[in-house]
């Protein structure tokens, strides 16, 4: 089936700017997760989503990040006000999120590369 | 707090012969789940292989092994017989348990080149 999808692949912007980034999890799965990977720090989670629960936004580094979730389907991570150290590959993930741990496979998407001018 | 470190920043390996990754971990959760990615240079994240920190069995998958030694709180990855394609980044990653959000925190990765 199909997996995690994401767009767009690459996004350039100025710096001030903000940006809307998508995600499309695999269908079924009612987790999903932001992360993100720069060449400092790795890769870091953002935030999560699971059902209707409120989401989980402990990683998100600043005001500026924010996400949704429609539907229980859809997320969309915008940025406001962009910033160079904002620069990196931005992955979603989803999981099926039921019961043990070995069903919580979280499987990722191929990434949005966020370059900030 | 968890923590994934990955002592091997890179390494290369000769086709058909295998090799180690290591992957050291630190958690007071009793229960966790330990996964292994490999990110080739298109840059998606592949799942690999999960070891449950109860589980009695080694997992494995394929060429894919994961050496679990809870009380030294390692999960190294093994490859056996290496191949071209398996040049990438692998990375090790931590699960905990449910109350801590279900997120997963990782190392700093491997880049493993394989030589033909």
């Known amino acids: 089936g199909a997996g995690v999808s994401q767009s767009p692949s690459n996004k350039v912007t100025e710096k001030g700017k903000d940006v809307e980034l998508r995600c499309d999890p695999i269908s079924g799965h009612t987790a999903l997760y932001w992360y993100r990977q720069s060449l400092g720090q790795g890769l870091e989670f953002l935030i999560y989503?699971?059902?209707?629960?409120?989401?989980?936004k402990s990683g998100l580094p600043s005001d500026r990040f924010s996400a949704e979730r429609t539907g229980g389907s859809v997320s969309t991570l915008t940025i406001q006000r962009t910033q160079q150290e904002d620069s990196a590959v931005y992955l979603c993930?989803?999981?099926?999120?039921?019961?043990?741990?070995?069903?919580?496979?979280?499987?990722f998407g191929p990434g949005t590369r966020l370059t900030v001018l | 707090a968890q923590k994934i470190t990955q002592t091997q920043p890179g390494m290369f390996v000769q086709e058909k012969e295998a090799v180690t990754l290591d992957c050291t971990y630190d958690t007071s959760d009793p229960s966790y789940g330990l996964f292994w990615y490999k990110q080739p240079s298109s840059g998606e994240m592949i799942f690999l292989i999960y070891?449950?920190?109860?589980?009695?069995q080694n997992a494995t998958e394929g060429r894919y092994s994961l050496n679990f030694q809870k009380a030294r709180k390692s999960a190294n990855l093994v490859i056996s017989a290496s191949q071209l394609g398996d040049s990438a980044m692998y990375f090790c990653?931590?699960?905990?348990?449910?109350?801590?959000?279900?997120?997963?925190?990782f190392g700093g990765g491997t880049r493993v080149l394989v030589k033909p």
């Open positions: 990653a931590m699960r905990g348990s449910k109350a801590a959000g279900n997120k997963l925190t």
């Open positions: 989503f699971q059902g209707n629960s409120a989401p989980d």
């Open positions: 070891q449950g920190s109860y589980d009695q």
């Open positions: 993930a989803s999981s099926l999120a039921k019961g043990g741990l070995a069903e919580d496979t979280q499987y």
